[in-house]
């Protein structure tokens, strides 16, 4: 177990509301990864952090924000809700870094946006 | 723009049987190839690939990376239903260390 660990892991709100997803690790790891998976589209990356304070966007970051305050803690907000958002997000941090090929996700968040 | 493309999308297969699956990739800075199970939740990891024509394995699972045709092969022997999942393979670039995933194979396989 990578201890990662998604919060919250159900969610619906309506069009329109801010809606932050907090991802914890225990493992101090300086990589950190935002993911939504959506049928027919597999998982893309949205944002992802290489260090505290320091963050990147992936190839579907419009719509969405993050922020890491502390190693432990990558938060991903989303300012204005909208549908196109419904989705399955994962965190995930490289266990033994990325020579080891093992990404471990979190449980994962399902979000609908009505 | 990088991608990685999988297929075939979906397949059943019947207790027993072997079964390929097959993934292309196309990504600047290429490192490796890697392959993930998913079940009901998470994904989890199964191979990394990044020498060419060394075939890793792991029971009845195998896999090979061809970094000239830039493609990999997952095979399957002996399938069983706990085989029963979807397959990613995803593409890790030098920079940044990143994943871009393919759409995944959903497996089926029938007792």
């Known amino acids: 177990d990578a201890g990662i660990t998604q919060s919250p892991r159900h969610k619906v709100t309506e069009t329109g509301t801010p809606v932050t997803l907090r991802c914890h690790q225990t493992e101090n790891h300086r990589y950190m990864y935002w993911y939504r998976q959506d049928p027919g589209h597999g998982l893309r990356l949205i944002h992802y952090s290489y260090g505290v304070k320091d963050t990147d966007k992936g190839e579907v970051s419009d719509g969405y924000s993050v922020s890491r305050s502390k190693t432990e803690d990558f938060l991903l907000t989303l300012e204005s809700a909208t549908s196109s958002q419904t989705s399955v997000y994962f965190c995930?941090?490289?266990?033994?870094?990325?020579?080891?090929?093992?990404?471990?996700f979190g449980e994962g968040s399902r979000l609908t946006v009505l | 723009e990088d991608k990685v493309v999988q297929s075939p999308l979906s397949l059943v297969v019947h207790e027993g049987d072997t079964v390929t699956l097959n993934c292309s990739y196309e990504?600047?800075?290429?490192?490796?190839l890697l392959w993930y199970k998913q079940e009901k939740k998470a994904p989890t990891f199964l191979f990394m690939l990044?020498?060419?024509?060394i075939e890793k394995k792991s029971g009845r699972l195998s896999s090979i990376l061809d970094k000239k045709e830039l493609f990999s092969i997952l095979n399957i022997t002996a399938t069983q239903t706990g085989d029963s999942a979807v397959y990613l393979c995803a593409a890790l670039k030098s920079s940044g260390d990143k994943l871009t995933f393919g759409t995944g194979t959903r497996l089926a396989v029938r007792p």
């Open positions: 990504v600047t800075n290429f490192r490796s």
């Open positions: 995930a941090i490289w266990g033994g870094g990325a020579n080891t090929g093992e990404l471990f």
């Open positions: 990044t020498s060419s024509g």
